[in-house]
C-alpha cells in the first residue's frame, strides 16, 4: 500500500508532532520500500505497554556482494525527534540473533548514532541509512543451522524381511533378506 504524508499523519495520534513525524516516516519509506508504518502496542523492560507507531519490515543489507533483507521495528515514541526511536532486529524463524556489539542478546540495536541522538542532526532516513552500513560489516542474523538428519538405526537401514526356520536337530536359525532378496546374515539360536 502506498503511504503518503497525509495518510501517515493520520495514523498518529495528536500526542505526536505529527507533520513532523509523518514527514520523516514518508521520506524514510521512499528509500526502504518493504518498511510499512503501524500503530501497535510497545512493552516497556518495566511490563507497561503503550500504542506507538512502528516502522517495520525489512532493509536491505550488502554482505560479501549479497543483498540481504534484515528483518527490523523501529519504535518512535511521542517524544520523538527528541529522543531516539527504540530499534529492534526481529528475526524470523529460520534465522538466529546474531548478538554483539551493535546488538544486544534481546535484539535491540545499540548503536552510537542512537546513543548520541540529537533533535534536529539526526533523522529516521539517516538511522536507516547507518543500520544498513554496520550491519553490512557486523551482521545481526544468521540462518538457524539445520541439524545433520539423524541417521537411522542400522536396523532400520534395510528393508529386511525376518524368518525363523527350524532345523530337523530342533535349534532354530533366524535368516534375514535385504531388499534384494539376497541373505543377508543368519544368526542361529537353540531353542
Not at 542478546?105 to 542512537?114: C, I, K, R
Not at 536507516?128 to 552500513?133: D, E, Y
Request: with cysteine.
Amino acid at each position: 500500500m502506498p503511504y503518503n504524508k497525509g495518510s501517515i499523519k493520520k495514523m498518529l495520534p495528536k500526542t505526536y508532532p505529527r507533520k513532523h513525524v509523518a514527514h520523516e516516516i514518508y521520506d524514510a519509506l521512499t528509500h526502504f520500500k518493504s518498511l510499512v508504518p503501524l500503530m501497535d502496542r510497545y512493552v516497556y523492560n518495566d511490563g507497561t505497554t503503550k500504542n506507538l507507531m512502528s516502522l517495520t519490515g525489512t532493509i536491505p543489507v550488502m554482505l560479501e556482494d549479497q543483498t540481504y533483507n534484515i528483518p527490523v521495528c523501529l519504535w518512535i515514541e511521542e517524544s520523538y525527534p527528541q529522543t531516539a526511536p527504540i530499534c529492534f532486529v526481529r528475526p524470523t524463524h529460520e534465522m538466529m540473533l546474531i548478538g554483539g556489539q551493535y546488538i544486544s542478546n534481546s535484539g535491540e540495536v545499540v548503536l552510537p548514532y542512537l546513543e548520541e541522538w540529537k533533535s534536529g542532526e539526526c533523522d529516521l532516513l539517516s538511522l536507516l541509512q547507518v543500520m544498513v552500513a554496520v550491519f553490512g560489516d557486523f551482521p545481526p542474523v544468521c540462518m538457524q543451522p539445520h541439524p545433520e538428519p539423524e541417521q537411522a538405526p542400522c536396523w532400520l537401514q534395510f528393508h529386511r524381511q525376518a524368518e525363523v526356520l527350524s532345523k530337523t536337530d530342533g535349534s532354530m536359525h533366524l535368516n534375514l533378506t535385504g531388499e534384494d532378496d539376497l541373505p543377508f546374515q543368519e544368526h542361529e539360536t537353540n531353542c
